[in-house]
């Protein structure tokens, strides 16, 4: 079961790569740490302790200034050419929540509502690949020939349909119908350079129970069966569900824009994590 499976069962990531990101703070902490130095000791010869009272605050405020100062510097002004080119197709609506690990990609098709979920945890966790036993790293000033986005991204699908309604006139009186709402298809799948891996494939048969992200859903969940494994499926079934994905647009294109913007939004995450915790120090 993926990791946005439990997050959805709750009672219940052109940009850097993370190697090179990580790489990137690490140099410029230890930057910081050498500039940093001589500030600190000044001071630590305050008479008067600042902010909490802890003999550390001052400088680990500081340390965090700095830092901060240094991802606001190398940030690009305003919003990225990727997102821009991405909101102007006008398919799908992202659900953004600041401070929230998870981003929702929602949109229309016909009378589906389908929903995609995703999670930044997975560009927190990601290490850096560790070469096979007999092979070489690359040598310095060779070109990698990696992909940008080699890293997986969990993702959650679910595919939602209207109950169908309609109205009949009984002398003279409207009367509103109410159809039986279809439930909902949920799908399990791993994003990796530019490819939507399926794991599984789950049908609910009451729509709230499969879509809402509440304990209650989630307890009910646990009973159901959740379908096959994706590749134990025959071939051609295979095939009609990869068309069912592409004509709603779960596609090549989206399947790199994720990544993308999981790394945009850990960024963005992290540059507002130096702020809250900088803030807090200084109180």
Same mark, same amino acid.
């Given at each position: 079961m993926s990791a946005i499976r439990a997050l959805c069962q709750l009672s219940l990531p052109s940009s850097r790569a993370i190697a090179s990101r990580a790489a990137?703070?690490?140099?410029?902490?230890?930057?910081?740490?050498?500039?940093?130095a001589?500030?600190?000791?000044?001071?630590?010869?305050?008479?008067t302790r600042r902010m909490g009272e802890g003999a550390t605050d001052v400088?680990?405020? #500081?340390?965090?200034?700095?830092?901060?100062? $240094?991802? #606001? +510097?190398?940030?690009?002004?305003?919003?990225?050419?990727?997102?821009?080119?991405?909101?102007?197709?006008?398919?799908?609506?992202?659900?953004?929540?600041?401070?929230? +690990?998870?981003?929702?990609?929602?949109?229309?098709?016909?009378?589906e509502d389908i929903r995609l979920i995703f999670s930044i945890a997975d560009l927190q966790t990601e290490q850096?690949?560790?070469?096979?036993?007999?092979?070489?790293?690359?040598?310095?000033?060779?070109?990698?020939?990696?992909?940008?986005?080699? @890293?997986?991204?969990?993702?959650?699908?679910?595919?939602?349909?209207?109950?169908?309604?309609f109205t009949l006139v009984l002398f003279g009186t409207d009367v509103s119908l109410q159809g039986n709402a279809p439930g909902a298809l949920t799908i399990d799948a791993?994003? #990796?350079?530019?490819?939507?891996?399926?794991?599984?494939?789950? @049908? $609910?048969?009451?729509?709230?129970?499969?879509?809402?992200?509440?304990?209650?859903? +989630?307890?009910?969940r646990r009973g159901y069966y959740l379908g096959p494994q994706f590749d134990t499926l025959d071939i051609s079934l295979q095939d009609e569900f990869d068309k069912f994905l592409q004509e709603r647009g779960i596609n090549q294109s989206l399947a790199y824009f994720i990544p993308e913007y999981a790394e945009y939004k850990e960024q963005k995450e992290y540059v507002s994590?130096?702020?809250?915790?900088?803030g807090f120090v200084e109180a």
């Open positions: 990137t703070r690490s140099v410029a902490r230890s930057a910081l740490a050498a500039r940093i001589p500030v600190a000791s000044r001071a630590f010869s305050v008479s400088a680990l405020a #500081q340390r965090l200034a700095e830092e901060l100062k $240094y991802e #606001q +510097d190398a940030a690009a002004p305003g919003e990225p050419d990727f997102l821009k080119a991405f909101k102007a197709q006008g398919t799908w609506a992202i659900e953004d929540v600041a401070g929230m +690990d998870e981003v929702s990609l929602t949109r229309k098709f016909g009378n850096e690949p560790e070469f096979e036993e007999g092979e070489e790293a690359t040598e310095e000033g060779e070109e990698s020939e990696l992909p940008l986005h080699s @890293y997986p991204i969990r993702c959650s699908l679910s595919f939602t349909k209207a109950s169908g309604s791993m994003c #990796q350079e530019g490819t939507f891996v399926i794991d599984n494939i789950s @049908y $609910y048969n009451d729509a709230k129970v499969g879509t809402e992200l509440t304990a209650e859903a +989630d307890w009910k994590w130096l702020k809250n915790v900088k």
